[in-house]
């Protein structure tokens, strides 16, 4: 196993994802609905014989000690479900009990997972499992839930990947399939192919959709926010 690279410094209050994706649109979305800068968007790495590597693994790995920091006040922890939610919240569940955090709940709430410990040694924690604590999938799924509703292009770039898919012509994998139609959708949109978290912030795809409303109720509870007012 890679060994897991010492966290910085950390900041009082933070927010692991697995990559780069996943810190810009959440970034988007917060700029969008002003929520206050109070915390930091992280993407853990840890040190392997082929360098650094990203992704859920190095996040797991390096949680232990990243919750020892002595100023770490809260920790929110965003993954995907992948295809096994339920394995997914296990593995999420058993590395947070062998820390310390009791009460977990068997499967995680659909509004998301907030904690905090008695304890007062332990910081505040919170779980969200991409797209929607409900369902597997990935940050993917999530933003094809931020498509506007009605909108003609997302049944034509599901019919054409179904097709191919078909034929066998796909060079992804199925398990890739929510990635190639989001980024397919985008590249058909007025400025083609524009990352996930730009498309958030030009209002290309929409962010008062269910989904979203509640991944940032999720934000505001952890992290004990209250929006910005709009200037």
């Known amino acids: 196993m890679p060994k897991a690279r010492k966290p910085p410094q950390s900041k009082p209050q933070q927010l692991l994802v697995e990559g780069k994706n996943d810190r810009h649109v959440i970034w988007a979305l917060c700029q969008q609905y002003q929520l206050p800068e109070t915390f930091s968007v992280e993407v853990p790495q840890e040190e392997g014989r082929e360098g650094s590597t990203e992704g859920v693994e190095a996040l797991l790995n390096g949680l232990p000690e990243r919750l020892k920091a002595e100023n770490l006040r809260t920790l929110g922890i965003v993954v995907d479900a992948d295809r096994n939610l339920s394995g997914r919240w296990q593995s999420l569940k058993d590395k947070l009990s062998s820390i310390g955090y009791r009460d977990i709940p068997q499967s995680p709430p659909p509004e998301g997972w907030v904690c ?4 007062p040694y332990l910081p505040r924690v919170g779980v969200w499992l991409m797209p ?28 054409i990947l179904q097709e191919i898919e078909q034929a066998g012509l796909n ?7 929510p990635k190639a139609l989001i980024h397919t959708w985008l590249a058909w949109q007025k400025t083609p192919a524009m990352p996930m978290g730009q498309a958030i ?4 795809l929409r962010c008062d959709c269910p989904i979203a409303l509640i991944f940032i109720e999720w934000l505001k509870h952890l992290f004990e926010l209250i929006a910005r007012s709009a200037e």
């Open 116 to 119: 905090t410990p008695s304890d």
């Open 132 to 159: 929607n604590n409900q369902l597997p999938g990935m940050l993917e799924d999530f933003v094809a839930y931020l498509i506007p509703p009605g909108d003609t292009l997302h049944p034509k770039a599901e019919a």
């Open 171 to 177: 060079r992804y994998t199925l398990t890739h399939h």
């Open 201 to 204: 912030t030009a209002q290309v």
